[in-house]
């Protein structure tokens, strides 16, 4: 059943009138009509059974409280050093499927593209919209949050109860045991944080200064991975292990 992420509060019982994107979508993509149901999950993450009332107007009615958990039991924060193009659009979206609680922009000495606040706040609607579609599509009970772009050195504030950085230099040293170890350790409720690094990786000061916050180094195999392609080998390990190993 096709769910929309609605930012208000609802109550049983209590019509409202839904988004225009989202009624657009309703009646020109889902070709949904009068009475029929779908999913709205409020501002306070509750979810709610709801019915078409008008369609013409937008009018829901949400109908039943719904006891639903589609999330990680873990916080999972991804902080992604700013790659070219529009890969980063593209991880956006990939990592809300996998889980991702949060992501956070980062600018490194390696990094081509130039995300400088003032370009990041021209994005962020694009962005949200980005992460808003994907929660809907990926049946999550969240939107993950897009936080403002910050520099390497600012980081220590953002940190969790574990951290780690994806540093090729330690897969080249066949050095595979954090990654598994630190999942192992994970306890329900914590606060993961991964960093990962733009096309030129992470240079040997940075890894220097994150090691001195006590992020450990962790391979992700014995191949290279494209900087977009790192951060979704991740999140889809730390989802095995927290949801299908159990």
Do not use: W
Not at 54 to 66: A, K, R
Not at 155 to 176: F, Q, R
């Amino acid at each position: 059943m096709q769910r929309y992420f609605i930012d208000q509060t609802l109550q049983i019982h209590h019509p409202f009138e839904i988004d225009s994107d989202d009624l657009h979508h309703i009646k020109h993509v889902m070709r949904l009509q009068n009475q029929d149901q779908i999913i709205c999950i409020d501002k306070n993450k509750k979810t709610y059974l709801a019915k078409i009332e008008n369609i013409n107007q937008g009018t829901i009615v949400p109908i039943e409280l719904i006891d639903v958990n589609n999330e990680l039991d873990i916080e999972v924060t991804l902080i992604y050093a700013m790659p070219k193009g529009d890969k980063f659009e593209m991880v956006l979206q990939k990592a809300t499927e996998l889980g991702v609680t949060r992501i956070i922009p980062m600018q490194t000495k390696r990094c081509v593209a130039k995300l400088t606040l003032e370009k990041f706040n021209k994005k962020v609607t694009r962005y949200k919209k980005i992460l808003k579609e994907a929660s809907e599509q990926s049946l999550r009970s969240q939107i993950p949050e897009i936080m403002p772009v910050i520099q390497l050195k600012d980081i220590e504030s953002y940190l969790g109860d574990y951290n780690l950085v994806a540093y090729e230099e330690t897969a080249k040293a066949n050095k595979h045991g954090q990654l598994a170890l630190t999942l192992q350790q994970i306890c329900p409720g914590d606060h993961l944080v991964i960093i990962v690094g733009s096309e030129g990786g992470f240079d040997a000061q940075e890894v220097e200064f994150l090691n001195g916050l006590g992020v450990k180094n962790c391979s992700l195999g014995k191949r290279i991975l494209r900087s977009e392609t790192a951060p979704l080998y991740l999140l889809s390990v730390i989802g095995y292990s927290r949801e299908i190993l159990k």
